[in-house]
C-alpha cells in the first residue's frame, strides 16, 4: 500500500528552491553592477603606464676573484613619469 504525501515535506521544497534562486539573482546582480562601476571609472580615468628610464649608471670596484667571479658596485639613477593627468603616485 502506498504512504500518504506529507504536505509539510511538499511545501519545504519550493521555499528552498526560492530562497536559492533569489541568492543567485541578488549575487549576479551585484557582480553586474561591480563589473559596470569599475569599467565606467576606467573609462573616465584611462588610466596609461608609468614611463621608466634611466638617468645615469656607473659602475665602481669591479673585479675578477680567483674563482672567476666579477664583482662590482654599481650606481643607478631610475626616473619615473607618470602620464595621467587625473591621478599621481
Known amino acids: 500500500?502506498?504512504?500518504p504525501n506529507n504536505p509539510t515535506q511538499n511545501l519545504?521544497?519550493?521555499t528552498r528552491f526560492k530562497l536559492v534562486?533569489?541568492?543567485v539573482i541578488v549575487l549576479l546582480a551585484l557582480i553586474i553592477f561591480v563589473?559596470?562601476?569599475v569599467l565606467i571609472i576606467w573609462?573616465?580615468?584611462k588610466p596609461k603606464k608609468l614611463v621608466?628610464?634611466?638617468d645615469d649608471v656607473a659602475i665602481h670596484n669591479y673585479y675578477l676573484s680567483n674563482a672567476n667571479h666579477l664583482n662590482a658596485t654599481y650606481n643607478l639613477t631610475l626616473s619615473a613619469y607618470?602620464?595621467?593627468k587625473q591621478w599621481r603616485i
Request: without cysteine.
Open 12 to 14: 519545504v521544497r519550493p
Open 35 to 37: 563589473g559596470l562601476t
Open 1 to 3: 500500500m502506498a504512504t
Open 82 to 84: 607618470n602620464p595621467n
Open 43 to 45: 573609462l573616465t580615468i
Open 21 to 23: 534562486r533569489l541568492i
Open 52 to 54: 621608466y628610464s634611466i
